[in-house]
């Protein structure tokens, strides 16, 4: 059957008749339905413009012509939907008492040490991001080997503080400048602990390289109420300071305010003779 409109004719606007007839028919009632809406609307007291009535700016009675299509607020985008993600938050460090049970077999002296054991001190949860670390005796080196066992223990090369660490083999006696034993326990939640070494002689601690700082051991080692040793905060402030230099910090300062007495006037007094010792350039004194 032969098409009565021709394409040509369709492209030139001659067509029949019926089909104009049938176009007007569908459109006359959206036009007007649009009339109608845009004279409301227009006519409605309101503060909104009539191009925002139509783009579904309106009130709630007179929600927009649009407002059909259902286009609300974009929702909320899921953190790294973009490919950015919201940087990373520090690690929480074990707990406390993840610590003791890794160290509650150990058969010598030992305790928590670092901002953790600062933390016990204040009975406070240790901060985010914090390292884990544990101070036992040098004197007890082969009660810490047997104790390593399967963590691979290394130390920093005194040599060359830039190489990498030295593997601990066969209970060889680490002496001075050696201070610390890197290790990684088989525990899942840790990554890292260092264990550092501390002098003693008889029943005090001394710090290293300047054996007129001493303290009873009863005193380095204080005991948290829920039973962990824990190193006492003024040998903790102490070796932040020699190590750092740090004593004009203002965190250091707050620390040494916030101790009891007898803690801060040990302190201060240790830093005297650690500086004295220092600025004579000389070793054991």
Known sequence: ????????????????????????????????????????????????????????????????????????????????????????????????????????HYPAPWAVAGEMALSLHRNEAPAGGCDIEIAVLRRDHDALWDHLVGWQPHYPDPADKAAQPVPWRDAVPLGAPVNR?????????FKALTVLLMEADGSEWYLAGTPRVRLPLERAILTSPGGIPYLAPEIVLLGQAVRKQATDDQEFKLSITQLAEPHRDWLLLALGIAADGRDRTTGDE
Do not use: C
């Open 181 to 189: 034993v890197l290790t990684r326990p088989l525990a899942a939640d």
């Open 1 to 104: 059957m032969e098409d009565p409109v021709a394409t040509s004719q369709l492209l030139d606007g001659e067509f029949n008749g019926v089909y104009l007839h049938l176009l007007w028919f569908l459109a006359a009632p959206v036009l007007y339905l649009i009339a109608a809406w845009i004279h409301r609307q227009l006519n409605n007291p309101g503060e909104a413009t009539w191009v925002e009535k139509l783009l579904g700016g309106g009130d709630e009675e007179s929600p927009g012509f649009l407002s059909f299509l259902n286009v609300g607020e974009a929702p909320a985008l899921a953190p790294g939907a973009l490919g950015v993600s919201d940087p990373p938050q520090p690690k929480p460090p074990p707990k406390p008492s993840r610590v003791f049970e890794l160290f509650q």
